[in-house]
């Protein structure tokens, strides 16, 4: 210190060592030594606010990662599910538990060195999740901080017909409509099976007074379900002019009842709510009945159209009039399935294909040929997935109940 004090008061020095200015020699003094204090009390700052930030960190933990922020999807985006799976990694014999918004929520021993919490419900608006691990000794570790923001999906996002998935993933959805007759529903879940295969239903409510039993096999089988109206009427003028025009009789009043009717004759039966998700009869809509649904709460699917019979994915397995137009044999249908895309840049690529649970037909059945379809599109690399998780959420309804 004394070199140091020697060099910065050198100016100020006469020839013979004494001082000139005594007083500017005080002043500098004064100086310097604020400025190591200053310097001090920073340092002692900065050491207490990283206590602080890292207060719940025992002893035993060796890093601690900064908690990240999940924010609430862009306009572009939309979280679909009100529930969420929590997993993670600790030391064994740690109990780990879940707090959200300060409140315990459960409580996990880890007995392999992992450890899960499943479907943890969200509520709407702001959820802020704590993860913590406690010690044999009893010291608490703040492992993670989860904060996210959930709501219901807005009606300008459910009022979109969903026809095809993401081309960037290679997953196919089986889709079952019914509405009269259940005559090919045996043979079809037996296929499901065999395959391990789930699919989606899109059910209507005479169909579920009509046959319970078959409705039962559908959710016992874990399958999801969708809704395809009460009644399974008309919604447009398509019929008779080939434009979409809402019929006089389809309001807002009559769409509601059609889906909240049936989704209450479903829930009598199984104990359970429909996936929010439905399908128009005929598949008959236009932007004021989608937006009609989606007020109620639903998303439209329909299936992957394209120009042409080979570029849509509706079989026509519903025609059994071998000499109309749009009559096609099983393996017609089957072949269209299991080369769709081939060659093009997505493929088969989040394809939504429509069957039906009932036929008319006395012979030549496409659902006879479903495990071929699955099994071509499989070998292929495709994953056949339900509607949901083709849109990239679980089963469950989009809105709470």
Request: with cysteine; charged share 25%; proline share 3%.
């Amino acid at each position: 210190f004394s070199t140091f004090w020697s060099v910065i008061t050198f100016p100020l020095r006469k020839k013979d060592g004494s001082l000139r200015h005594v007083f500017i020699e005080i002043i500098l003094l004064l100086l310097l030594s604020g400025s190591i204090f200053f310097i001090f009390n920073l340092n002692k700052r900065f050491n207490l606010l990283i206590d602080k930030k890292l207060k719940l960190t025992s002893a035993a933990d060796s890093v601690q990662i900064p908690a990240p922020e999940i924010f609430e999807p862009n306009k572009d985006g939309m979280v679909l599910t009100n529930t969420i799976t929590v997993q993670g990694k600790a030391e064994k014999g740690r109990i780990i538990s879940l707090l959200k918004n300060n409140d315990i929520v459960d409580v996990k021993l880890v007995k392999t060195g992992t450890f899960e919490f499943k479907n943890v419900k969200l509520r709407r608006g702001v959820n802020k999740l704590d993860i913590r691990a406690i010690s044999s000794d009893g010291k608490i570790s703040n492992l993670e901080t989860i904060t996210l923001t959930y709501a219901p999906p807005s009606v300008s996002y459910l009022a979109s017909d969903f026809n095809r998935g993401p081309l960037d993933k290679k997953a196919v959805a089986f889709t079952f409509d019914a509405g009269a007759e259940d005559n090919a529903a045996g043979d079809i879940l037996r296929t499901l099976q065999q395959y391990n295969i789930k699919a989606t239903f899109f059910l209507t409510g005479r169909f579920i007074k009509k046959y319970p039993k078959t409705v039962l096999k559908i959710v016992k089988s874990g399958h999801e379900v969708g809704n395809h109206t009460l009644t399974h009427p008309h919604l447009t003028t398509f019929a008779t002019n080939r434009r979409h025009d809402t019929l006089s009789e389809i309001t807002k009043k009559r769409i509601r009842l059609e889906l909240s009717v049936t989704d209450s004759l479903f829930f009598n039966l199984t104990g359970r709510h429909m996936a929010r998700i439905w399908r128009a009869p005929y598949g008959e809509f236009n932007h004021q009945i989608l937006l009609w649904a989606a007020q109620a709460g639903y998303r439209h699917v329909g299936w992957t159209r394209g120009r042409g019979w080979k570029y849509t994915l509706d079989t026509m397995d519903w025609v059994e009039d071998k000499n109309s137009a749009i009559y096609h044999t099983a393996n017609e249908i089957c072949e269209k399935v299991i080369n769709f895309g081939k060659g093009t840049k997505y493929g088969a690529s989040g394809i939504i294909i429509l069957m039906h649970l009932g036929t008319n037909r006395k012979d030549d059945f496409p659902h006879k040929k479903l495990g071929r379809m699955i099994k071509g599109l499989t070998d292929r690399g495709y994953t056949p997935v339900t509607i949901t998780q083709l849109m990239g959420q679980t089963y469950s309804s989009v809105i709470d109940q």
